[in-house]
């Protein structure tokens, strides 16, 4: 009987343990993932803003992978990434972008995919 005690007791304190990780895992953060802007990205590291291009870089690819995959003609987001950056390592995109924020203080709320889109790849494809 004295072993039933002591297994209630334990049930008893993870049950209310379970419930209060359980709460604390519900609790909403403020925001999660912000978008990527010029505040966000200039109080971003070097490693940080690599990093961030790798990863759209990575998921451009992963498009034009599964639309070559369905004979499907890739989108204008991954032509002009593919044309406007194939010869662009990430370090010289992220100090083309740093430029664009450090000499547009007034454009920091644009989003990085703004600036790459206009700034990098139109340009590039227009001259």
Wanted: proline share 4%; net charge neutral.
């Amino acid at each position: 009987m004295k072993k039933f005690g002591y297994v209630s007791l334990f049930l008893l304190a993870g049950l209310l343990l379970a419930g209060a990780i359980t709460s604390f895992a519900q609790t909403p953060a403020d925001h999660p993932a912000p978008d990527v802007d010029g505040f966000v990205w200039m109080k971003s590291t070097d490693q940080e803003k690599k990093a961030f291009l790798y990863g759209a870089g990575s998921a451009i690819a992963l498009e034009y992978h599964v639309r070559d995959k369905r004979a499907e003609a890739p989108s204008k987001l991954v032509q002009g990434w593919a044309v406007g950056l194939k010869d662009m390592s990430w370090a010289e995109l992220a100090t083309k972008v740093d430029a664009f924020y450090i000499n547009n203080p007034d454009r920091m709320h644009f989003h990085v995919f703004e600036v790459i889109w206009h700034e990098v790849i139109a340009r590039k494809l227009k001259g």
